[in-house]
């Protein structure tokens, strides 16, 4: 289990915990399977796929989402 902050493009995983209600009522709640897409340590936001849908998530609140 690690944060979706620390995950490397291409790595993908199951939500296992999330902390942020906002995210969670976007798309990213317990049990979706999230794909990392882009994540350069320079940029403020992470993009994530989940299923066809892309978010942009900012780096604090990807802190909170937790994958396995």
Known sequence: ????????????????????L???EMG?????HVEVLRNHRRDSNLLVAVGPARYA??????????IQ
């Not at 690690?2 to 999330?18: A, D, F, H």
């Open 1 to 20: 289990m690690r944060p979706l902050s620390e995950c490397p493009e291409g790595v993908g995983g199951v939500i296992v915990s999330n902390g942020d």
């Open 22 to 24: 906002k995210s969670m």
């Open 28 to 32: 990213l709640f317990l049990g979706a």
């Open 57 to 66: 998530v900012a780096r604090t609140t990807a802190g909170l989402i937790y």
